[in-house]
C-alpha cells in the first residue's frame, strides 16, 4: 500500500493542538481541509484516549466553512438532516449521501473521459484545440470537488487559462485567414 493511499494520521494532544505524523508538524483545520481537497483521506485521533474524533473534525471544519458565509450545504439540505436524527429515516441518510457523493464523484469522472475519447468530430479542423480547451475548462469548474485532484505535473489554473487564450487566438487566427 502506497504511502498515500492511506489516511494521514492527524494526533490531537491535550492541549488540542493536530499533529501531522508524517511531517512531524502542527497543522491547523484549513491545513487539514487542504489535505482532504488534495484527495487524502484523514484520521484524527485523540492521543491518550485512542478515540476516533476525524468526523467530530470534518464537522467542525464544515461549520467553520458556513460561518464564514461560504454556503457549503443549502438551508434545506441542513434542515433535513437536522430531522433525519429525530426520526426513523436516520439510518437511511448516512447510506444516501454516500451513495449520493459517490453516483457525483462517477459521473465527474465519465464526464472527464467521454472528453478524451476518440468521436467521429476528432476529423473537424480545430477540434483537438477545442477539446484541450473543454478539458481544462472543466478542471477549473471541478477544481476542490471531492474526487477530482488534479494529476501529478498538471499546469495551475493560471497556466491552464493562459494556454487556453494562447489557443483561442490562434484558433482566431486560423478562422480569420480561411476567410480571406
Known amino acids: 500500500m502506497s504511502e498515500t493511499a492511506k489516511p494521514l494520521l492527524i494526533k490531537r494532544y491535550a492541549s488540542r493542538r493536530l499533529y501531522n505524523t508524517e511531517t512531524s ?50 438551508l434545506d439540505v441542513l434542515t433535513d438532516l437536522v430531522r433525519s436524527y429525530t426520526t426513523q429515516a436516520q439510518s437511511v441518510v448516512p447510506q444516501f449521501l454516500a451513495m449520493s457523493f459517490e453516483m457525483l ?3 465527474q469522472s465519465k464526464m472527464m473521459q467521454n472528453m478524451t475519447r476518440a468521436n467521429p468530430m476528432a476529423a473537424m479542423p480545430g477540434f483537438e484545440e477545442m477539446q484541450r480547451q473543454q478539458q481544462a475548462f472543466m478542471k477549473t469548474m471541478m477544481a476542490g470537488w471531492p474526487g477530482i485532484t488534479p494529476k501529478v505535473g498538471e499546469k495551475d489554473s493560471e497556466d491552464d487559462l493562459d494556454e487556453i487564450k494562447k489557443q483561442l487566438a490562434e484558433l482566431q487566427h486560423k478562422l480569420s485567414s480561411m476567410d480571406k
Open 105 to 107: 464523484r462517477d459521473g
Open 25 to 74: 508538524d502542527y497543522v491547523t483545520l484549513e491545513d487539514i481541509a487542504g489535505f482532504i481537497r488534495a484527495g487524502r483521506e484523514v484520521q484524527i485521533v485523540d492521543l491518550k484516549s485512542g478515540d476516533d474524533l476525524t468526523r467530530q473534525y470534518l464537522l467542525q471544519i464544515i461549520a467553520e466553512h458556513e460561518s464564514r458565509g461560504e454556503n457549503v450545504l443549502p
